[in-house]
């Protein structure tokens, strides 16, 4: 099953900043977050992953709660293209799997 | 980042005759490759972790003698589904971690598998 809790669906404002929460309250200490999106009909696409530290790469940001049981992902300037379902993974540090949860339908709004 | 490719994009069968699908690592090479099912409307369910040179081991309730998975070189994994049925139409994605970044898992594009 996959560890993580993620709103359903949410939407956001083209050039505003889309803020997508998760949940993973058992994380374990050596287990990474990861973050995909999908856009419909198309394999996942990479977005981010951290471990405890905040991270940021040229498509997004990574908050991670002190106590990592949550974690934010930030699209800084959410484009019409960004629209997509975006899934927050834990990956299991031992086998490396990625199982994925519902993820939120995200909807970029002109 | 890496490129993982799948053949075919689509694919049509009829009911009870057999289609295999290729997973390609394009520029590195992956010992491991993963593959998952996703029905209309639903996530990704991760079906079977294919190993090069060994067996594949299937997660709990996906049957390893209609879903044949063979690991025949670094960059190459193929999943058959044999005596397909229409309930076996789904969207079948691969992905593999790469070495070079960490074992960050790349996606293939998918493969639309239609049964009549």
């Known amino acids: 099953d996959a560890k993580t809790t993620q709103p359903t669906s949410m939407d956001c404002a083209e050039g505003r900043a889309a803020n997508l929460p998760c949940n993973h309250s058992t994380i374990s200490g050596n287990e990474y977050v990861y973050w995909y999106r999908q856009i419909h009909s198309q394999g996942p696409q990479y977005i981010i992953h951290?471990?405890?530290n905040n991270e940021t790469n040229e498509m997004a940001s990574l908050i991670i709660t002190e106590d990592r049981k949550s974690s934010t992902l930030i699209l800084p300037h959410a484009t019409l293209r960004d629209t997509a379902v975006y899934y927050c993974?834990?990956?299991?540090?031992?086998?490396?799997?990625?199982?994925f949860g519902q993820g939120t339908t995200l909807q970029v709004k002109p | 980042g890496a490129v993982v490719s799948q053949h075919p994009s689509r694919v049509i069968c009829k009911s009870g005759t057999s289609v295999k699908i290729e997973c390609r690592s394009l520029d590195f090479q992956a010992t491991t490759m993963f593959w998952y099912r996703q029905f209309p409307k639903q996530s990704l369910m991760l079906m079977a972790t294919?190993?090069?040179?060994?067996?594949?081991?299937?997660e709990q309730g996906v049957e390893k003698d209609k879903f044949l998975i063979n690991h025949a070189s670094l960059t190459l994994s193929t999943l058959t589904v044999t005596s397909a049925h229409p309930e076996d139409s789904s969207f079948y994605i691969c992905s593999a971690p790469d070495p070079a970044w960490n074992y960050e898992q790349y996606f293939g594009p998918g493969t639309r598998l239609t049964v009549t």
């Open positions: 993974i834990v990956r299991d540090f031992n086998t490396g799997k990625l199982i």
């Open positions: 951290g471990l405890k």
């Open positions: 294919s190993n090069e040179g060994s067996k594949a081991t299937y």
